[in-house]
């Protein structure tokens, strides 16, 4: 059974700060996905990696991932008050039509 | 373009009453769909998927089920509910095949609470 862990599960920083949020899991996946959630709303979808060594980028916000250490890093560059949110990472175990969810971090950025 | 409804948006209920959430996806036919739960400051917990109509995977034991009558209906439900029911509750489909394969798009979501 694939299992998710994220770290920071909290995250307090600055406006134009960097950070890393880490993600790894357990087992073989086939993909990871990130989710962004605003406070009292749903999931919205950030982005997708197909494949070790993938790398995607937007706005302030860039991950990659590299499978053969089943890991996954959201990296956020100069960070701004509207990036405040909760943020998910998933994998998708190999074969699978289900995503296994990590708890989240939960971000706050501060004037 | 697709679009995935939930309703009601919010629902508030006694102990002991029964529930039906609905959740309907338009704009694309054969999904896959999804049941999560959220509780407060807590992670997703998938309750149920479905690849197809009637075919439902139940993922925690406990007292909801849920029913796919239509290609892009799914309906969570349940006879009694507990406190312990309350949350937010999330609907999810994916496609089959596309560009993003696997990628789960997320309803509104409906926040209920059991008294």
């Known amino acids: 059974e694939l299992k998710v862990e994220q770290n920071p599960l909290f995250l307090s920083m600055q406006e134009g700060k960097n950070y890393t949020i880490y993600c790894n899991y357990s087992?073989?996946?086939?993909?990871l996905y990130w989710y962004r959630q605003d406070p009292g709303k749903s999931l919205e979808s950030l982005f997708v990696l197909l494949s070790n060594g993938a790398v995607k980028q937007e706005g302030r916000l860039m991950a990659s991932l590299d499978t053969k250490a089943r890991l996954s890093t959201l990296h956020i560059t100069a960070a701004v008050h509207d990036l405040s949110a909760t943020y998910f990472c998933?994998?998708?175990?190999?074969?699978?039509?289900?995503?296994?969810f990590g708890k989240g971090t939960k971000l706050t950025v501060n004037p | 373009s697709q679009t995935i409804h939930q309703w009601p948006a919010t629902l508030v209920q006694p102990v002991g009453s029964p529930l039906s959430l609905e959740c309907t996806v338009e704009g694309t036919s054969n999904p896959n769909l999804y049941w999560y739960r959220q509780a407060a400051g807590r992670g997703l917990q998938l309750l149920f998927y479905s690849v197809g109509i009637g075919q439902i995977s139940s993922e925690v034991p406990q007292n909801l089920s849920a029913s796919r009558p239509q290609d892009r209906q799914f309906i969570l439900s349940s006879k009694k509910l507990l406190l312990s029911d309350s949350g937010f509750y999330l609907c999810?489909?994916?496609?089959?095949?596309?560009?993003?394969?696997?990628?789960?798009?997320f309803g509104p979501g409906t926040r209920l609470t059991v008294l």
């Open positions: 999810a489909w994916s496609p089959r095949t596309s560009g993003r394969p696997g990628e789960q798009f």
């Open positions: 087992t073989t996946s086939d993909r």
């Open positions: 998933a994998p998708r175990p190999g074969g699978s039509e289900k995503l296994v």
